[in-house]
C-alpha cells in the first residue's frame, strides 16, 4: 500500500523554526511536496520538489523561509521551515505524485496521494 506519514509538527514562536518530515512507502514518487491548510481556509500550495533535488518550486508566501528536500534511499521528503510567523499556522500535508518530474504541480488536485496532516502552531 502507498503512505506518507508526515512527522515534526508543533507548537513554536514567532520567527523560531521546524523541520517536518515525510516517510513513503509502497511506490516511488517523482515529485514530493507539501500543502498546508489553515482553519476557514482552502488547502494551498507550499513547495515540491524533484527526483534528484535540483528542481524545488515555493508558494510566494513562504520563499526564502522554507527549504524542501529529500532523501531518496530515506524515501523522506523534508520541510524546513524557519522564520516562522503566525500566518504559517496550518494543518501541513505532505504529498507525492508519480509524472513528470520537470513540471509545476501547484494545485492539490495534481497530487493522488497524501499524509494524514500534522499541525504547526506558531504563537506571537
Known amino acids: 500500500q502507498v503512505q506518507l506519514v508526515e512527522s515534526g509538527g508543533g507548537l513554536v514562536q514567532a520567527g523560531g523554526s521546524l523541520r517536518l518530515s515525510c516517510a513513503a512507502s509502497?511506490?516511488?514518487?517523482?515529485?514530493m511536496g507539501w500543502f498546508r491548510q489553515a482553519p476557514g481556509k482552502e488547502r494551498v500550495f507550499v513547495a515540491h520538489?524533484?527526483?534528484?533535488?535540483?528542481?524545488?518550486y515555493y508558494a510566494d508566501s513562504v520563499k526564502g523561509r522554507f527549504t524542501i528536500s529529500r532523501d531518496n534511499a530515506k524515501s523522506t521528503s523534508y520541510l524546513q521551515m524557519n522564520s516562522l510567523k503566525p500566518e504559517d499556522t496550518a494543518v501541513y500535508y505532505c504529498?507525492?505524485?508519480?509524472?513528470?518530474?520537470?513540471?509545476?504541480?501547484?494545485?492539490?488536485?495534481?497530487?493522488?496521494?497524501w499524509g494524514q496532516g500534522t499541525q504547526v502552531t506558531v504563537s506571537s
Open positions: 504529498t507525492a505524485r508519480t509524472g513528470d518530474e520537470f513540471l509545476e504541480y501547484r494545485e492539490a488536485g495534481d497530487y493522488e496521494y
Open positions: 509502497g511506490r516511488t514518487f517523482s515529485i
Open positions: 520538489i524533484n527526483w534528484s533535488g535540483r528542481s524545488t
